[in-house]
Each structure stands twice: as structure tokens, then as C-alpha cells.
């Protein structure tokens, strides 16, 4: 996959997170896309976000600041937090992006369900990944997949999370090339 000189994608943690889930979802999400991953604080708490009747955040209103706060050199910028997120018709979300925008915003907060603290970094860890890449996904106009197996899968509950494999289906595959390669195209004539 070729992406575009002097573009990165850009991850900024919201809240204090161990450097190794950071690092982690940096590297996998750089093999995926095939840009350079830079850390960027952007955002330094999330409280215009709060709804306290849900004890929750809103994760679109978190979205439009990311996207206002990304650099000029990002193609594409994504949010990693401890909260809750929501959005009004569902009761909670892993993540949420723009469809086709410059950004996403992951949770970490209901990723560690159902595992043991013995095993629970290694788990949490990759499930952080996938929906990184996931939400990511969307933002180069990736749609849920079909494919229970791909990482672009609509993901119900955990279990789906653990389901899916940590990359593309080749059919997504070929999607995401072709939207990269639409975007090197659109840069270069700006």
C-alpha cells in the first residue's frame, strides 16, 4: 500500500493510559493504513462532552473538536479514551467516526469485559487495536463488513470483538487501497 509523503495519522490519548497500549495501537494500526503514526494530545478531557442523565460521554460532539484540533499534516486523527462514549440510539459505543471524515474516537472502557486479570493486557490490548483500526476504517469510507472474520465487522457486543481477526478482509482491502489512492491524488492537486 503507497500512501502520501508528509501525511500521518495521528493518535491522541485523552487521559493517562499505560505506553504500551499506546504503542501498540500506533504499530497496528501504521501496518494497516501505511502511514506514519504520530502521538498528539488534542484535546484535554472530555467534560464538554458529558451527559449526566446517561453518566456517559457523547462521542459525536468529541469527534467535530478532534477533527478541528488535527494538524494540517494529518490525514486522519484518532481519539483513544477511558469514558463511556454513547450516541443517542445506542447505549454505549467502542468507538465512533466520520464516515469518510478526518475523525474517530475509541473506548477503551468496556474492553476488558469478561477477562481475567491474569490474561487481561494481552486481550485488552488487542481488542483496544482492533477497534482502532475498526473506527479508522470508517473514516476511509470503509463500511461494516459482512465478513464476521474482517475487522470492518459490525461489532454487537464483545464476544464479535474477539471474533475478528486484527486485519481486512481482501475485498476491504482493495476498498482502502483505492481510497488512499483517491486521497494522494486529491493532496496532490491542492
Known amino acids: 500500500m503507497t500512501t502520501e509523503p508528509g501525511y500521518t495519522l495521528i493518535v491522541s490519548p485523552v487521559g493517562e493510559f499505560e505506553s504500551g497500549l499506546v504503542d501498540t495501537i500506533c504499530a497496528e494500526i501504521s501496518l494497516i493504513f501505511g502511514y506514519p503514526v504520530q502521538t498528539a494530545?488534542?484535546?484535554?478531557?472530555?467534560?464538554?462532552a458529558y451527559d449526566s442523565g446517561r453518566d456517559q460521554y457523547h462521542s459525536t460532539p468529541i469527534l467535530e473538536k478532534l477533527a478541528e484540533s488535527a494538524p494540517p499534516d494529518a490525514i486522519k486523527v484518532i481519539g483513544i479514551t477511558?469514558?463511556?462514549l454513547f450516541i443517542p440510539?445506542?447505549?454505549h459505543v467502542y468507538g465512533e467516526a466520520q464516515l469518510g471524515g478526518k475523525a474517530c474516537i475509541v473506548s477503551t472502557f468496556r474492553l476488558d469485559e469478561g477477562v481475567s486479570k491474569a490474561v487481561r493486557r494481552d486481550i485488552?490490548?488487542?481488542r483496544a487495536a482492533k477497534e482502532a483500526i475498526h473506527e479508522l476504517g470508517h473514516t476511509f469510507k470503509l463500511l461494516h463488513c459482512k465478513d464476521k472474520r474482517c475487522i470492518m465487522h459490525y461489532c454487537r457486543e464483545i464476544r464479535d470483538v474477539d471474533r475478528k481477526s486484527d486485519d481486512l478482509c481482501r475485498y476491504c482491502k482493495v476498498l482502502l487501497d483505492d481510497e488512499i489512492k483517491r486521497l494522494a491524488k486529491t493532496h496532490a492537486r491542492n
Open 82 to 84: 477511558s469514558r463511556d
Open 89 to 91: 440510539i445506542l447505549t
Open 124 to 126: 485488552f490490548t488487542g
Open 41 to 48: 494530545s488534542l484535546i484535554e478531557d472530555l467534560e464538554f
